[in-house]
């Protein structure tokens, strides 16, 4: 997920554009900003990108999932159905809206499991949020069937996603709304950044209010003629990070060409490497390719393989141990760590997270590796890392 790697003279010219005018607002000062409307011209390029009718750029993803469910009508003690890997931020906003997270198995795909969704609905369940995670989707067609069979919101976390397609409809656009992170070290950044997008009129005017305080954008050049048809917040991202962020969405279709091509070469390498099997990809043309997540037969082989990669200089990341991605090591959900008292609706429903055990993410997650897919690797790079694999997964 590295745009951080291929900064150059498009991202300064466009930051330049913004600071020659002074204006870094994104809204209004129509007189001294020069025609510069970044964050606006971002979201529409989104838009264009993903075939979704609206966007809304914001400050980050973590935003973009709160703007996405205040915007959809999720709030105070609805039950949120979401996968147990993923990044804290998809907990952390359900529970920042007063929701409930509770936690849903993966399957093969490293994404939510359509075929056991029905085992945690309950009468308060009011949205999924399926988490397209590492760069490849979720089997998002059966999500969608399984959500509108049971009358439920589907909003897609497609944070690290961005790019990735199932049968040429890009992630994002399956649910109600769909949420992005531009933060530093994803495919495309703007520093900190996150983006909504959606085909719902209603859906996208809300968020355009929620996110900056309620203003609905209809007063013209005078922001203090707008109306606040709601109370928001400010979740506005400066024209600074917009600027940023522009430049490298102009580079999607070479970062994804660029990943796709590293990824192919060091999959096709690993094919009949002795118990590897790949994470399985519904659609394998629609992959951002950003990692390459594949299994070993064994906890025990996946860590001795973890272990090996990395004494010969290929660093994997091994998810079930890892402190930020996986529902086993937060301790802050877990005993319910808060800055400050919890709304009753979310205190009251609280599901036993201690002693909450998924047994069917944690056989998959036991046995999954993934490699990260760099856009600055040469050839040579390239062969040396198969060369460091054959050897580590050899033995
Ligand atoms: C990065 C990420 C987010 C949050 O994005 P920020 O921009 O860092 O707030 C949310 N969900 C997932 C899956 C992510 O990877």
Not at 184 to 205: L, M, N, P, Q
Not at 297 to 309: H, I
Not at 368 to 388: E, F, P, V, Y
Request: charged share 25%.
């Amino acid at each position: 997920m590295p745009g951080f790697e291929i900064f150059g003279d498009a991202e300064r010219k466009q930051v330049t554009d913004v600071l020659e005018t002074g204006v870094l607002f994104r809204y209004g000062f129509e007189g001294t900003r020069n025609g510069h409307f970044k964050a606006l011209e971002f979201e529409k390029k989104l838009a264009r990108i993903t075939n979704a009718r609206y966007s809304h750029l914001c400050s980050s993803g973590t935003a973009a999932l709160g703007i996405a469910m205040a915007a959809c009508g999720i709030g105070a003690g609805d039950e949120i159905i979401v996968p147990p890997f993923t990044f804290v931020a998809t907990f952390e906003a359900i529970i920042n809206a007063g929701a409930v997270p509770v936690f849903g198995e993966i399957d093969e795909t490293l994404c939510l499991d359509p075929d056991k969704l029905s085992d945690v609905i309950t009468s308060r369940t009011k949205a999924v949020i399926p988490v397209h995670m590492c760069g490849s989707m979720a089997r998002i067609d059966e999500i969608k069937a399984v959500c509108e069979k049971k009358g439920l919101i589907l909003l897609e976390d497609a944070c690290q996603s961005l790019g990735a397609t199932y049968q040429g409809k890009a992630l994002g656009t399956f649910g109600l709304a769909g949420c992005f992170s531009f933060d530093a070290v994803k495919t495309v950044t703007c520093g900190e950044g996150g983006g909504i997008i959606t085909d719902s009129k209603a859906v996208y005017e809300t968020a355009d209010q929620y996110g900056d305080h309620g203003h609905d954008h209809l007063g013209g050049p005078d922001r203090g003629a707008d109306d606040h048809p709601i109370i928001g917040t400010n979740y506005r991202i400066s024209e600074l990070n917009a600027a940023v962020g522009l430049a490298q969405l102009n580079k999607l279709d070479q970062i994804l060409d660029t990943q796709r091509k590293n990824k192919r070469a060091i999959k096709d390498a690993m094919a009949n490497l002795s118990g590897v099997s790949f994470r399985y990809i519904p659609d394998a043309k629609g992959d951002s390719a950003t990692f390459l997540s594949f299994f070993m037969p064994t906890e025990e082989r996946t860590r001795q393989v973890a272990k090996d990669l990395s004494e010969n200089g290929v660093g994997c990341a091994y998810w079930y141990d890892n402190n930020w991605h996986y529902y086993k090591k937060w301790h802050h959900l877990k005993e319910m760590k808060r800055a400050a008292k919890l709304c009753v609706e979310l205190a009251d429903n609280l599901p036993d997270y201690q002693n909450m055990v998924l047994e069917a993410s944690d056989t998959i997650m036991k046995r999954t590796l993934s490699l990260q897919i760099m856009l600055s690797w040469s050839n040579n790079d390239i062969d040396d890392r198969i060369q460091a694999i054959r050897k580590s997964i050899k033995g």
